[in-house]
DNA sequence: AAGTTAGCCAACCGCACGGGT
DNA sequence: AACCCGTGCGGTTGGCTAACT
């Protein structure tokens, strides 16, 4: 025996909703608020519609400060970013957006972000197999942690990017469905390519974030913090250590995450701009990929996270909220996303 | 012009989780 | 500890529209 159903099926009105319906719903919570029992709401309205169903009408369509559509490209890569990282978890990453709903994120990834990206990949491909040659600077690698070091042991002094943390384990993430050769697995490589570049998992299995990093990162986010959800809170405490950024953001975001707070940021120091490069060109450029070889490879099907402080702070403006952002994503969360002032 | 296909997106479904009892 | 119930979430569906044949 299942359990009971939240509503009476036969008795509730289905599909599209209707503007007057979507005035009660919206006036009555703009005044009244939901009351914190959903189920309970359409019946004081007046609505013949499903607790759920008003819910869902709420948070995706008529709550304040809304955006639909035209998907900028800062969101493009912060999406991206996030998916690679996290997977689907639409309302993490939606948290990052303001004004922008799981439901909307997961549309637009599924009709649009993904083929964009695997299209561009083939097409890529399809152009490598026809003889393209190696492309040698595409070492960066928006997924490490780490600083670029300079190897005094090279005559040429050349960068590399340490093989750190790669695959620390993550919480909040652990319980994550390792991918099987799908579409997921198509993108991570070909992010890959763009120079994801993993240390073998197996022969470091006790990697630890640089300790310089995280009170570099923690200094900077003394101002706010943001906890994420709930279950997800024990992770953030530890985001310093065990989370790396791998945002490759375009311009905009990365502007705002080197805005946070007023010293050399974390993003500065890990991030490199030709690592952006990668991801930004794939999304909007035309650069070619295919033709990029850097041996890489994902370490380990785990995923790796990319929800960093600075991305999660990235609407903050020396130390103070941008108010709007703020409350959106207050008011988005409804609970489940805590902005502490510390 | 009509039929078919593909793309998009709002809405629904069902499961998992967590709080309350 | 076990159960109930509301909520949140991700996956899926169905309808509308545009593009194509």
């Keep these: 025996m299942g359990r009971a159903p939240c509503c009476d099926k036969a008795n509730v009105k289905r599909g599209p909703w209707s503007p007057e319906e979507d005035t009660k719903l919206k006036s009555y919570i703009e005044k009244h608020g939901t009351g914190g029992n959903w189920i309970a709401l359409p019946q004081k309205i007046g609505l013949k519609r499903c607790g759920k169903s008003c819910r869902l009408r709420w948070l995706n369509y008529l709550r304040p400060n809304i955006r639909h559509g035209c998907f900028s490209e800062e969101e493009d890569s912060i999406i991206c970013s996030l998916y690679l990282s996290i997977g689907s978890r639409w309302s993490v990453i939606a948290a990052q957006l303001p004004g922008r709903t799981d439901n909307d994120i997961k549309n637009y990834w599924n009709t649009r972000l993904k083929k964009k990206l695997l299209g561009r990949h083939r097409n890529k491909e399809q152009k490598g197999r026809r003889g393209a040659g190696m492309k040698q600077n595409m070492n960066y690698n928006i997924y490490s942690p780490t600083p670029m070091v300079t190897t005094p042991t090279s005559s040429t002094q050349q960068q590399y990017w340490p093989e750190l943390p790669v695959l620390a384990p993550v919480p909040f993430l652990d319980q994550l469905v390792i991918p099987s050769f799908n579409d997921h697995e198509a993108i991570r490589k070909l992010l890959t390519k763009l120079g ?22 923690q200094q900077n986010l003394d101002q706010l913090q943001v906890l994420s959800m709930p279950n997800v809170d024990d992770g953030v405490q530890q985001l310093g250590q065990t989370q790396y950024c791998i945002e490759g953001a375009a311009g905009g975001v990365l502007n705002n995450m080197m805005q946070l707070g007023g010293q050399s940021s974390y993003i500065e120091q890990v991030m490199n701009p030709q690592r952006l490069e990668g991801l930004d060109q794939f999304l909007y450029g035309d650069h070619d990929i295919a033709s990029t070889s850097t041996g890489s490879c994902w370490g380990s099907e785990t995923s790796s996270l990319a929800y960093h402080p600075s991305l999660v702070a990235s609407n903050y403006e020396d130390g103070q909220v941008q108010e709007c952002a703020f409350q959106d994503q207050l008011r988005y969360s409804e609970g489940q996303y805590r902005a502490v002032h510390l």
Excluded: A, K, M, Y
């Design 196 to 217: 994801g570049r993993f240390s073998d998992h197996e022969n470091q299995p006790n990697l630890q974030f640089p300790v310089d990093l995280i009170s570099s990162r």
